[in-house]
């Protein structure tokens, strides 16, 4: 067996032992997320986790040596520094998105250096901004982000194997490996968190995987954002309604459709094993329409489409339920 099979089983081990390690540190004591009133925790918890994951994949990753290209792992570095000195002094709002949109530019800007097309390369700079933005705003429930990182990742592995992609493949598993470790911490009641140092970076690797895995001819364009679309999903109609209400988008809030799961009842257990059955879903679907004629790919996208429109009416009508009746 060649050592980079083993690249996997290396990253779940590395992580395991760092977030155990990490969760227990001193650090973790000086980085605690203090519950407050659009919080869905009660007590402070460590959120240093992402660094344990991300160490453990980055170490299976390096077992790999993939032929992938440098910018991505210098932009990965630029937005875990950004983000960790968010998470231990606070950056303002505009200034975060400002280099967050800085670091994601650059990248698409060097992925698609073989194109002239200005509009796909703006495109796709936006999306992987958005995504590793919207990946922070949906690390607020135990187990969520985890998992969904865990899934994702896994089928971003499964249809590069399915392509013949062997190296890249076992770099989204690496990734998917470690994010099971964290897991093992995360799953309600969670001992850690991700914090900004692991949120955003991960949707930043959703993204940027997503658009090399498309380059390289893995998937079709479509594939990353059926794998990802519950997070995808989520975040993008929250933040379109909270613009239509005008409200400050940048605060934090508790209007995601998986918070308002957890305070109708479903808890933080029930809304992750919801949250993983839609995932697992839409990734099985995702690698079954990739061999299907073009028709039918539009057709199971539309079908997923209208899926989640009836989730949401079934959610909004269920808050408003509630609402009303003053709960």
Not at 123 to 152: K, P, Q, R
Not at 245 to 268: E, M, T
Request: overall charge positive; charged content about 10%; some cysteine.
């Amino acid at each position: 067996m060649q050592p980079a099979s083993w690249a996997p089983l290396t990253a779940f081990a590395a992580a395991l032992l760092a977030v155990w390690w990490l969760a227990g540190s001193r650090l973790s004591g000086l980085l605690l997320d203090r519950p407050n009133s659009r919080s869905l925790h009660e007590v402070p918890v460590p959120r240093t986790g992402g660094l344990g994951l991300l160490a453990g994949a980055l170490l299976g990753i390096t077992i790999i040596a993939p032929r992938l290209p440098t910018v991505l792992w210098i932009a990965l570095a630029a937005l875990m520094l950004v983000s960790f000195f968010d998470d231990v002094r606070g950056i303002p709002a505009p200034l975060r998105l400002l280099l967050h949109l800085a670091v994601c530019a650059w990248f698409a800007t060097t992925a698609l250096a073989g194109g002239n097309d200005f509009l796909v390369t703006a495109a796709a700079a936006l999306a992987i901004a958005w995504m590793a933005n919207l990946y922070n705003f949906m690390d607020g429930s135990d187990g969520l982000a985890g998992g969904m990182a865990l899934s994702g990742f896994f089928f971003y592995g499964v249809a590069a194997w399915l392509a013949g992609n062997t190296e890249f493949a076992l770099v989204n598993f690496s990734i998917a490996a470690a994010a099971a470790a964290f897991l093992v911490f995360n799953f309600h009641p969670a001992r850690i968190f991700l914090g900004d140092a692991g949120s955003v970076p991960l949707g930043f690797l959703a993204a940027a995987l997503g658009l090399l895995g498309w380059l390289q001819r893995d998937w079709t364009w479509w594939f990353p954002a059926l794998v990802f679309s519950p997070f995808i999903v989520d975040a993008s109609v929250t933040l379109a309604r909270r613009l239509l209400r005008r409200d400050r988008v940048w605060q934090a809030h508790r209007d995601h459709y998986y918070q308002r799961l957890v305070r109708l009842g479903w808890g933080h257990r029930g809304t992750a094993l919801a949250e993983y059955a839609l995932m697992f879903s839409c990734g099985a679907l995702a690698l079954a329409a990739m061999a299907m004629p073009a028709v039918m790919q539009a057709a199971a996208l539309a079908t997923v489409a209208l899926a989640y429109l009836a989730l949401i009416a079934l959610i909004e009508r269920a808050w408003r339920r509630t609402a009303g009746n003053g709960k």
